[in-house]
Nanobody, 117 residues
């Protein structure tokens, strides 16, 4: 059974930075892509960024200038570096692993990011 564990969330002032981590219980190459999504209170879950098994990245257009997704395949970790944070970035951030031979669609438990003005 695949497990994803997010960490790195917290409270930060506007303009600050955080790095989120997603620990994957098996090789990240087992999936077509792994991504970060977020859900603010009262809003739908939305894409933040994804990275494919070949390393191709994709971002929600408005976030590309401030957020960077990366991975460490040796550690089975995926990261989200978030810079110049804004109050509207406040949300629960989720890691998702999808596809692969197992046909996965697995979510982590989420990590709260709160940005104060």
């Amino acid at each position: 059974q695949v497990h994803l564990v997010e960490s790195g969330g917290g409270l930060v002032q506007a303009g600050g930075s955080l790095r989120l981590s997603c620990e994957v219980s098996e090789s990240i190459f087992s999936f077509n892509h792994i991504g970060w999504y977020r859900q603010a209170v009262g809003k739908q879950r939305e894409l933040v960024a994804t990275i494919t098994s070949t390393g191709t990245t994709n971002y929600a257009g408005s976030l590309m200038d401030r957020f960077t997704i990366s991975r460490d395949s040796a550690k089975n970790m995926v990261y989200l570096q978030m810079n110049s944070l804004k109050p509207e970035d406040t949300a629960v951030y989720y890691c998702n692993a999808r596809g692969g031979a197992g046909g996965y669609d697995v979510w982590g438990q989420g990590t709260q990011v709160s940005v104060s003005s």
